[in-house]
């Protein structure tokens, strides 16, 4: 991460330069992208999320505070429109064996490796809270320290719901026999 | 049995974030207890599988989509947000920027092509102030527009606490438009052919009721020059 650069950025969305908006977007549009396809697994609503990510930074470039990581900021945000997004499905996650759900997503867009579409299967059937953590290590490759800030959680709060997290992957996965 | 600390320390390490001197403690610990080797080794696959899921690549038109949907104004972004709220990019899409140096006060929206299947207005005055929602009202005043860029109508509708200017427009060809309201100027570039023909419609929320009597001037520009000049009388509603 180039937290200076980010800073920097912003400063100059906030004087109006377009091209340091643009540059966000291609520096955050895959990881924004992959927290909520890994959150949702749909990839449509991912790609909504996304979008409404980047329309809540560019709204609230003013309500932003330097003092935290930039890619913190925007981060939480991807995760609270994932979570809104599966508030608004009303109805239980998806469990494993639908298949339907997995061809539509993870095999389309994550891509056709079978290894995927498990680990994606096992990640949908523990709960968005431990999910997220998974994400934000896994998928981002956060520090505990990044993920507390993401969260707004101290670090051994985040420790302890990571490794219940795993301990849940890892059960899932051995059920789906990938490991 | 494994020790809370040495759990914590096993998951540290898996991840890099386990001091030396840690290691080291730990590094005997493991050879002391088969358990939690174990729970090493599979946290280890764990994170091997995990770490070897690929990223995906975003969709090819989330870029633009994400740019369309955000026109920057030529200065001062964020520090006079917008006050939408976009909760559904499906539909919503912020449309427009405002000049530089003014109260923003405005938003747009663009509601979608098919009247039908889409918003209308009162959906979204209704979803901006829930308090004060724009009736399903007939419009206070409406122009026609009858360009060779541009055909179709512009509306306006009115309440207590807002105006909301909608654009029904088949256009032909990019357009710019001016608002002229309370002394500000909103001006917004998203009107454009509809990809698959037809009208397209947008609403441009004014904040307040404004004064009655007073007017609404709208301008049309093609390549910057103004093509069609016209206003909207702010009246009472029926």
Known sequence: ???????????????????????????????????????????????????????????????????FRFYSWIYR?????????????HRHE???????????????????????????????SIKPEYRSVIVLKHFLELSYDDIGQVLGLPEKTVKSRLFTARQLLKDALQAGGTL | MIEEKYIEFIHADVDGELPDHDRAELSRYLLANPEARTLRDELRQVCTVLDGVPSAEPPPGLRASILEAVHLPAARVGSTPLRASVSSPHRWRLAAAFAGGLLVSAIALQLGQDREAGLDVSQVAGTLASQDPVARSEPVDTIQVSLDQAKGKVSLFRSATMRVVEFDLAVQQPLEVVVMHDGQEARFSGLGPAVSGGNQRYALVLEGAGRAGSAIGIRFLAGGAEIHRDELEVTAPE
């Open chain 1, 1 to 67: 991460m180039n937290e200076d650069s980010d800073g920097l950025l912003v400063q100059r969305c906030r004087g109006g330069d377009r091209r340091a908006f643009e540059t966000l977007v291609d520096r955050y549009q895959k990881p924004v992208f992959n927290a909520a396809l890994r959150m949702l697994r749909n990839p449509e609503d991912a790609r909504d999320v996304a979008q409404t990510v980047f329309l809540k930074v560019f709204e609230h470039l003013a309500d932003y505070d330097p003092k």
């Open chain 1, 77 to 89: 945000i991807a995760l609270n429109e994932s979570i809104n997004v599966l508030d608004r499905r």
């Open chain 1, 94 to 124: 998806p469990i494993a064996g639908d298949e339907v759900d997995d061809r539509r997503g993870a095999e389309d867009e994550v891509g056709s490796m079978q290894t995927g579409v498990r680990v994606q299967r096992a990640l949908m």
